[in-house]
């Protein structure tokens, strides 16, 4: 684990559709208890999940669209409009469809639309599902917020002899300051900023076969868990962490461990 207290945010994304594309933002407003803003909204059910918006519980990610097994998603550019529910997608740099995420005829669009672009990848309906209030489509069920380590990203080009994007861990934070792999040491550590933000992280990322995946391209061109798994004898990359206090993160900003 390193000594230094201090790390660098250098950059802040959030995944509004589950298996879509990242969106990054500047600066981002955290609430106590809560998930990161903007995150995990919204989920593509790959057939009948038994997801009860009434009573949400935990799914595993198997169920719905996602890159693990659907990388020519990664070939689509999304954007999510909170202000107006519009997601718009674009294929080929042309805009291919939009819906309003909060009406049917606008969900039935883009379930449309990902039912012609991959039917062999459905097991049965693709229906887009929205998160309750206190729930979000998630990996894990405490992901509130995922923080990557760039130096191990860093690392992990040295390890597979090939560049290394940090979007393929689709995390929320991106940060600097740590040496390879020190972040893996940090669990039960707080994160603290001057705006008053504390983040305790509570988990280890494990990495899965989406990270395979070029978010560029959309080709499955890398083993990203198996180099993990025998380098380092596990597939952990990253850390998850809890919002114990609120506040604004602004992408530049220091971050001092305690």
Not at 76 to 100: C, E, F, N, S
Not at 204 to 233: E, F, K, M, S, Y
Request: with cysteine.
């Amino acid at each position: 684990m390193t000594d230094s207290p201090c790390l660098h945010l250098d950059a802040l994304y959030r995944y509004p559709v589950k298996g879509l594309s990242p969106e990054a933002m500047t600066q981002a407003s955290l609430t106590a208890g809560d998930y990161f803003p903007g995150d995990r909204l919204f989920a593509v059910e790959n057939g009948p999940s038994g997801f009860d918006p009434e009573a949400p519980v935990h799914q595993p990610k198997i169920k719905f669209l996602m890159l693990m097994r659907d990388e020519a998603l990664a070939q689509l550019d999304t954007r999510y409009d909170p202000q107006d529910g519009t997601l718009t997608i674009r294929q080929g740099g042309t805009v291919a469809i939009r819906g309003d995420l909060a009406r049917p005829e606008g969900r039935a669009a883009i379930e449309a639309f990902l039912t012609k672009y991959i039917p062999g990848s459905l097991r049965g309906p693709a229906k887009v599902l929205t998160a309750p209030a206190g729930y979000r489509f998630t990996d894990s069920p405490r992901g509130f917020v995922s923080l990557l380590n760039l130096a191990s990203v860093a690392a992990l080009e040295d390890l597979t002899g090939a560049a290394v994007d940090p979007l393929r861990f689709r995390a929320n934070l991106h940060v600097s300051g740590l040496a390879p792999w020190a972040e893996l040491d940090l669990v039960d550590r707080t994160i603290t900023t001057t705006g008053g933000v504390r983040l305790h992280i509570h988990k280890r990322t494990q990495r899965c076969a989406a990270t395979n995946v070029d978010p560029a391209t959309g080709q499955r061109d890398l083993a990203i868990p198996r180099t993990l798994a025998q380098h380092l004898g596990h597939t952990d990359c990253g850390v998850y962490a809890e919002v114990l206090a609120g506040g604004v993160l602004t992408t530049g900003e220091t971050l001092t461990l305690t």
